[in-house]
């Protein structure tokens, strides 16, 4: 009988803060998890990413390790999953550069990320790596020959150049890439910051907005008491009117499994601040175990750098096949035996 091979999935996320929140659980993380059951997975924690704007060099080795030990504690198994850093599979960056010379400055500048983040740095602050920033993303991806890429609603332009990119490549000198599809849930791709419902949860808004997975459940708590809600007393989702009471029914409603019409029901006639000690209550349920785990993990430094190089030579292992093709196509000669490319 002839062996079918799982779909392959691949997925990264940046460690520049020092803990994961709650958008990025319930927008990717959470799918990681589920799609080990079912798919051949390759997970990294992208720290090439995460030099494109300015950073400190410990903090990034540190959050680097904490992140790796934070999908750990999420369920990230590397007996089934293959866990790595970015850095240490060269490969990446090798065929990053080949696409960024079929990437065209136009499509680059479109990238909307691209377009918020260089308009607060301004042209003379932005960094070219910014600019780049997508045109490594789809390397990432592209080098596993990824079916599916579990991420958030805000990586979608990312994944629709990735696409683009596999395909011009492709057309132009045979068929090297699979051209990926996005994976993103319907409940929870987008968790919108509690402070300023307007804008998507994230770690570069203030911190009283942001739910950390690492946060004391005390702050947590009270980040959920403070969040903003709206005029008017019932609790009803309705995202033109109550756009933060929507928010917070929508994060309970991807952490408990319940629909949001359920839980309108089970809160009619009570107030916002029954909604908000419930959902404090069901996130610290979630996330009490991840903090425990991540925090004994960390303390094992060892381990987690054994998991993590053991990670990096499957990934190079695959990388490598993906960017060989990639480069004989392209018409690099090939270095002669005894050279290391
Ligand atoms: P990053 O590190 O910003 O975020 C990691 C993942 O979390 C999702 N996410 C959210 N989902 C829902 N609501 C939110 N408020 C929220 N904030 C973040 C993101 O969509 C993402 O899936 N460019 C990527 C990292 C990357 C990557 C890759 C992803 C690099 N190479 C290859 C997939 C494949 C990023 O900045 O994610």
Same mark, same amino acid.
């Given at each position: 009988?002839?062996?079918?091979?799982?779909?392959?999935?691949?997925?990264?996320?940046?460690?520049?803060?020092?803990?994961?929140?709650?958008?990025?659980?319930?927008?990717?993380?959470?799918?990681?998890?589920?799609?080990?059951?079912?798919?051949?997975?390759?997970?990294?924690?992208?720290?090439?990413?995460?030099?494109?704007?300015?950073?400190?060099?410990?903090?990034?080795?540190?959050?680097?390790?904490?992140?790796?030990?934070?999908?750990?504690?999420?369920?990230?198994?590397?007996?089934?999953?293959?866990?790595?850093?970015?850095?240490?599979?060269?490969?990446?960056?090798?065929?990053?550069?080949?696409?960024?010379?079929?990437?065209?400055?136009?499509?680059?500048?479109?990238?909307?990320?691209?377009?918020?983040?260089?308009?607060?740095?301004?042209?003379?602050?932005?960094?070219?790596?910014?600019?780049?920033?997508?045109?490594?993303?789809?390397?990432?991806?592209?080098?596993?020959?990824?079916?599916?890429?579990?991420?958030?609603?805000?990586?979608?332009?990312?994944?629709?150049?990735?696409?683009?990119?596999?395909?011009?490549?492709?057309?132009?000198?045979?068929?090297?890439?699979?051209?990926?599809?996005?994976?993103?849930?319907?409940?929870?791709?987008?968790?919108?910051?509690?402070?300023?419902?307007?804008?998507?949860?994230?770690?570069?808004?203030?911190?009283?907005?942001?739910?950390?997975?690492?946060?004391?459940?005390?702050?947590?708590?009270?980040?959920?008491?403070?969040?903003?809600?709206?005029?008017?007393?019932?609790?009803?989702?309705?995202?033109?009117?109550?756009?933060?009471?929507?928010?917070?029914?929508?994060?309970?409603? @991807?952490?408990?499994? /319940?629909? *949001? #019409?359920?839980?309108?029901?089970?809160? %009619?006639?009570?107030?916002? =601040?029954? &909604?908000?000690?419930?959902?404090?209550?069901?996130?610290?349920?979630?996330?009490?175990?991840?903090?425990?785990?991540?925090?004994?993990?960390?303390?094992?430094?060892?381990?987690?750098?054994?998991?993590?190089?053991?990670? @990096?030579?499957?990934? /190079?292992? *695959? #990388?490598?096949?993906?960017?060989?093709? %990639?480069?004989?196509?392209? =018409?690099? &000669?090939?270095?002669?035996?005894?050279?290391?490319?």
């Amino acid at each position: 009988m002839a062996v079918v091979p799982l779909p392959r999935v691949l997925s990264g996320i940046q460690p520049t803060a020092g803990s994961f929140h709650l958008g990025n659980y319930l927008g990717a993380l959470r799918q990681w998890v589920a799609l080990q059951e079912t798919t051949e997975a390759f997970y990294c924690v992208v720290d090439l990413h995460a030099i494109t704007q300015d950073w400190n060099p410990d903090e990034l080795r540190q959050n680097t390790l904490t992140s790796a030990a934070q999908l750990l504690a999420l369920g990230v198994d590397p007996a089934r999953s293959t866990l790595f850093v970015q850095s240490h599979v060269p490969e990446h960056v090798r065929l990053s550069w080949v696409l960024e010379c079929i990437a065209r400055f136009g499509e680059a500048s479109r990238m909307t990320q691209f377009k918020d983040k260089s308009q607060r740095e301004g042209a003379e602050g932005s960094s070219v790596g910014l600019f780049t920033y997508p045109v490594l993303m789809a390397a990432d991806i592209l080098a596993y020959q990824a079916d599916q890429v579990p991420v958030g609603d805000d990586q979608r332009q990312h994944l629709e150049l990735t696409r683009d990119l596999a395909t011009r490549f492709n057309s132009r000198f045979g068929r090297t890439f699979t051209v990926p599809s996005g994976f993103i849930p319907e409940a929870g791709a987008r968790v919108m910051d509690l402070q300023s419902p307007g804008k998507k949860m994230s770690k570069s808004l203030p911190p009283a907005g942001c739910v950390f997975l690492l946060d004391e459940p005390s702050v947590t708590a009270k980040k959920i008491r403070s969040a903003v809600t709206d005029t008017g007393r019932e609790v009803v989702a309705d995202p033109v009117n109550k756009p933060g009471v929507t928010n917070l029914l929508g994060i309970h409603s @991807a952490l408990s499994g /319940r629909s *949001v #019409a359920d839980l309108e029901q089970h809160f %009619a006639g009570r107030g916002y =601040g029954d &909604l908000k000690k419930e959902l404090a209550e069901v996130v610290a349920d979630v996330v009490t175990p991840i903090r425990t785990r991540t925090q004994e993990l960390v303390d094992d430094r060892a381990e987690l750098e054994r998991i993590l190089a053991a990670g @990096a030579a499957r990934a /190079r292992e *695959v #990388a490598g096949v993906t960017v060989a093709a %990639a480069y004989e196509r392209a =018409g690099f &000669l090939a270095p002669a035996a005894g050279v290391v490319a």
